[in-house]
Nanobody, 122 residues
Framework: QVHLVESGGGLVQAGDSLTLSCAAS????????LGWFRQAPGKDREFISS???????DYAGSVEGRFMISRDNAKNTVYLQMNSVKPEDAAIYYC????????????????WGQGTQVSVSS
């Protein structure tokens, strides 16, 4: 069983930066694919980014070049550095852990955090 806890959300001004963290329990963190998704009110859950156990990163087109995912296996933590934040980035952000090599859909993940809210003022 893997337990994921996100933190770092809050209110940020458009153009600013914010870093989200997701701490994981479990013995196999270093071998898992880790992902970030978000869901805005009235919208479907959206893939943001994933990172493989070999640290290969993947990004949605809407955030590529602005967001950066990273992982620290010693701390069982995955991060999402959000730069040049836009109002449309406002959402609840979820981290997820799984075993598939793709990692772009929710079905690719077995474990989810409870989410952290990111609000953006323009």
């Amino acid at each position: 069983q893997v337990h994921l806890v996100e933190s770092g959300g809050g209110l940020v001004q458009a153009g600013d930066s914010l870093t989200l963290s997701c701490a994981a329990s479990g013995r196999h963190f270093s071998r898992q694919v880790l992902g970030w998704f978000r869901q805005a009110p009235g919208k479907d859950r959206e893939f943001i980014s994933s990172i493989s156990w070999r640290e290969h990163a993947d990004y949605a087109g809407s955030v590529e070049g602005r967001f950066m995912i990273s992982r620290d296996n010693a701390k069982n933590t995955v991060y999402l550095q959000m730069n040049s934040v836009k109002p449309e980035d406002a959402a609840i952000y979820y981290c997820a852990a799984g075993w598939t090599s793709k990692g772009r859909t929710g079905a690719d993940y077995d474990y989810w955090g409870q989410g952290t809210q990111v609000s953006v003022s323009s």
